[in-house]
């Protein structure tokens, strides 16, 4: 089933929160991920990771998001294991150097910090 698409003008709450969540998600580097929750806050939406699960949901046709950089906060894929998706979404992963030992991400190792990835300005 398509997408529909944003309406034209103004935006709603829930648009505005979307367009955050996807920005944010965008931000995440090659070979890092981040949880739900952790996308969320960066976003400003505090203990709100169900946000940006609905926000996954509601991407836009065509709009690149690296969503398979997005797992929840056990270091897991969200998705259904054996399904395609979750496949596709460890493949992805794994392409980009991320690996999995019983099923998990290491979030000490592979884990995006935005704060102390900043660069240093002198």
């Known amino acids: 089933m398509p997408k529909k698409p944003l309406p034209a003008g103004p935006k709603t709450a829930t648009e505005i929160a ?19 929750g952790q996308i969320a806050e960066v976003a400003g939406y505090v203990r ?4 940006t699960a609905q926000a996954l949901r509601q991407m836009p046709d ?4 690296p ?8 270091g897991r894929i969200a998705i259904p ?6 496949r596709e979404q460890q493949r992805r992963l794994e ?8 099923g998990r991400v290491d979030l000490a190792r592979f884990r995006w910090r935005p704060r102390s ?5 002198d």
């Open 18 to 36: 979307f367009e955050r969540i996807w920005i944010t998600i965008e931000r995440i580097p090659h070979g890092r991920v981040a949880t739900y």
């Open 48 to 51: 709100r990771p169900r946000l």
């Open 62 to 65: 065509g709009r690149e998001i």
């Open 67 to 74: 969503w398979f950089r997005v797992i929840n906060a056990q």
């Open 81 to 86: 294991a054996n399904s395609r998706g979750h």
């Open 95 to 102: 392409a980009e150097g991320v690996s999995f030992e019983k």
């Open 117 to 121: 990835e900043a660069p240093v300005v």
